[in-house]
């Protein structure tokens, strides 16, 4: 298991969405650094939230689809 963590630069804390390893993720990880490319909106991902104090605090999303959406709404 990982997070994929979304992270507006200006602003305190992060979404995260739990998820696996994979051609998905990596596709998914890509899609989204397209649609933030120079918004100050860092895609990353990890393996514990609580080894990554910079991106806390997390809100946890259930589904990728809402994870998108919230991405979406940081721009």
């Known amino acids: 298991m990982c997070y994929l963590v979304a992270k507006d630069v200006n602003r305190h804390g992060s979404v995260a969405f ?3 390893h994979g051609r998905h993720l990596a596709d998914l990880s890509d ?5 933030v490319r120079g ?3 860092q895609i990353v ?14 809100t946890f999303i259930d589904t990728e689809e809402e994870f998108i959406r919230q991405v979406h709404a940081m721009l």
């Open 18 to 20: 739990k998820t696996k």
């Open 31 to 35: 899609a989204l650094d397209r649609d």
């Open 39 to 41: 918004r100050g909106i």
């Open 45 to 58: 991902t990890i393996s514990r939230p609580a080894a990554y104090g910079e991106y806390s605090p997390y």
